[in-house]
């Protein structure tokens, strides 16, 4: 199965603590964007990245919140000291060349703070 | 700053009819529009797309139309079967981003 490989898909973190999400992205394709929902709303866009370079990050908060790309190896998203208004589920998506294709989703990863 | 809205937070049509679900948008620079279907505890999973440069996109059941001048977007499925009930997301693109609507709730009554 060639399709966007996210896990794990539920992780539970105590206040605090970290999160750390992956995501490979669909063979072939070199542009990841991660994306949060939280419940009754829709798709909050938060990075965009290429291989080791982040392209636009306007949707990450400022603080606590990372991600990258390596040469080698799956996306990550990374949540330091995470709160309960954390909990969401984060989607990662392809793309083949990050304009004018479409994205192509993971089944998510659902963090739950508690 | 809501650039994709989808008024309509839940549809029901009855089975064999049409299902039309409509999407507007504020940015007038868009170019690329796509729709998505998801189901509970999944992704989002890609239908179709259009370009700014065509008006209409067919592909099988779904059809997406597009009016540039009312900044309007819409999918038509028919004719509607059970399985497609599901939420449906709008989105667009420019630059670097995929703006994504807040979704419409699809259910197709056998």
């Known amino acids: 199965n060639a399709g966007v490989m996210q896990n794990p898909r539920h992780l539970v973190r105590r206040r605090g603590q970290e999160a750390r999400l992956r995501c490979s992205p669909m063979?072939?394709?070199?542009?990841v964007y991660w994306y949060r929902q939280l419940p009754e709303e829709g798709l909050k866009f938060m990075v965009y990245l290429q291989k080791e370079n982040i392209i636009d990050e306007s949707g990450m908060p400022k603080e606590r919140f990372s991600a990258e790309f390596p040469k080698e190896g799956p996306s990550i998203l990374r949540i330091q000291q995470v709160v309960r208004g954390d909990s969401a589920a984060y989607f990662c998506?392809?793309?083949?060349?990050?304009?004018?294709?479409?994205?192509?989703f993971g089944n998510g990863t659902r963090l739950t703070v508690t | 700053d809501q650039q994709v809205k989808q008024n309509s937070p839940s549809l029901s049509v009855q089975e064999g009819r049409i299902s039309i679900l409509n999407c507007d948008y504020t940015?007038?620079?868009?170019?690329?529009f796509l729709w998505y279907k998801k189901y509970p505890a999944e992704g989002p999973t890609f239908l179709i797309s259009i370009s700014s440069i065509k008006d209409k996109n067919e592909d099988g059941r779904f059809t997406v139309f597009l009016n540039k001048s009312a900044k309007h977007l819409s999918l038509h499925i028919v004719p509607s079967q059970p399985g497609d009930s599901a939420v449906y997301f709008c989105a667009s693109n420019t630059g670097n981003q995929f703006y994504f609507g807040t979704g419409t709730s699809l259910t197709v009554i056998p």
């Open positions: 998506a392809s793309s083949l060349d990050g304009h004018n294709s479409p994205l192509h």
């Open positions: 063979k072939g394709h070199s542009h």
């Open positions: 940015n007038s620079m868009f170019d690329y």
